[in-house]
Every structure is written in C-alpha cells, then in structure tokens.
T-cell receptor, first 114, second 112 residues
Framework: DVKVTQSSRYLVKRTGEKVFLECVQD?????MFWYRQDPGLGLRLIYF???????EKGDIPEGYSVSREKKERFSLILESASTNQTSMYLC?????????????FGPGTRLTVL | SQKIEQNSEALNIQEGKTATLTCNYT??????LQWYRQDPGRGPVFLLL?????KEKRKERLKVTFDTTLKQSLFHITASQPADSATYLC???????????FGTGTQLKVEL
C-alpha cells in the first residue's frame, strides 16, 4: 500500500520560531508537493520538487523554503513562523510516468502559531 | 487568472438519492480533471480522472462528466450512503511538473 507520512499531526509553535515539517514517501516518486489548506481557500501550492535537489515555487512561496536532499524526503521550512501561517499543511507525491497524474497525500500537519 | 469554483455550501441529501456536485472553471484549458475525496483531518484521496476528449467516466457508484464547452464537470454519486459523507475536491491539470490546481471543495452530507 502506498504511503506518504508527515512528521507530526499537530504542532504548536511561537511567533518567530523556525519550524520544520517533514514528509516521506515510500513509492519512489519523483514529484513531491507542499500545500496549505485553509477554509474557503482550498489547497494552495507552496512549493514542489520534481527531482532531488530541485525545487520550484508554487502559488504562495513567501515565508517558506524547502529542501529535498533525498528522493523520498521533502521538507518544508518556516524560517520565522508568523500567526498567518497557522494552517493545515499537506504533503503529496506523484510519479511523472503515471497515466492519471494521481497525487498521493499524507495525513496533514495542523500547525498553530501563537 | 485561473479560477475553479465548487459550491461552498454543504450539500445535504437523503440516503439512497443521487448526489450531484459541480466544478466550474475559467481561464483554463485543462487536459484532464480529477476528483478527490477528503475526510476530516485527513489528506485527499484520488477517485477518478476524466480527460478532455472524454464525455463521461464511471467507477462503481461514481460518474463524472466533463463539458469543455461549458467549462464544467459534474460528479455524481448514485445510491448515496452515509459513508459517502465527505468533502469532494476537483482538480485540473496538468500544470508544469505535473502540478494540479484544486478547487475549494464541496462538503456532502448523506442523512439516514
């Protein structure tokens, strides 16, 4: 069974802290994505990566950075957390050779910044 | 800019009836459209894909239609059950790097 795991289900941080969210997939997928999901705004793409050490900005990259040192792991970094980054963060992966471009999602991390 | 609209109001229907959810888009010419299901506190799960040259796709109790002239997809669940209660998201693609653009989702509640 395919699996995408995220390091935490719930996280509470203080304003100004550096926050690391980790995502690991076991499907040998080249593509990995980070989204945030907010009520009324849906899923918005923060960053994505189509290969190790490669990254591309999504629609809302400001205040975030990413790291992909290994194929199975994609990390999202909040350099200095702010209250407007309180959200549900979802990681996903996909294969570029898939016939359906299906994205497989992790369970999400609900981040609260106080 | 690209825009995807799904009904933001929850859809409440009775068990056994057919649920119909709508996905409209503008400023986009997608090669395909996907539907995902999302349960509370969980990530979305892929259900169906329909391509631009397909009018209809079925999978068990699910049916999806795609009208590229109207720029609209309809998602039907026949003989709905309480277990079908969830939020359903449509997504259009592909973007560069196999990106998808998601709608905001519609919450479906199936009542006994």
């Amino acid at each position: 069974d395919v699996k995408v795991t995220q390091s935490s289900r719930y996280l509470v941080k203080r304003t100004g802290e550096k926050v690391f969210l980790e995502c690991v997939q076991d499907m040998d997928h080249e593509n990995m994505f980070w989204y945030r999901q907010d009520p009324g705004l849906g899923l918005r793409l923060i960053y994505f990566s189509y290969d190790v050490k490669m990254k591309e900005k999504g629609d809302i990259p400001e205040g975030y950075s990413v790291s992909r040192e290994k194929k199975e792991r994609f990390s999202l970094i909040l350099e200095s957390a702010s209250t407007n980054q309180t959200s549900m963060y979802l990681c996903a992966s996909s294969s570029p050779t898939s016939l359906t471009d299906t994205q497989y999602f992790g369970p999400g991390t609900r981040l609260t910044v106080l | 800019s690209q825009k995807i609209e799904q009904n933001s109001e929850a859809l409440n229907i009775q068990e056994g009836k057919t649920a119909t959810l709508t996905c409209n888009y503008t400023n986009y010419s997608p090669a395909y459209l996907q539907w995902y299901r999302q349960d509370p506190g969980r990530g979305p799960v892929f259900l169906l894909l329909i391509r631009e040259n397909e009018k209809e796709k079925r999978k068990e109790r699910l049916k999806v239609t795609f009208d590229t002239t109207l720029k609209q997809s309809l998602f039907h669940i026949t003989a709905s059950q309480p277990a079908d209660s969830a939020t359903y998201l449509c997504a259009l693609g592909p973007g560069g790097g196999n990106k998808l653009t998601f709608g905001t989702g519609t919450q479906l509640k199936v009542e006994l």
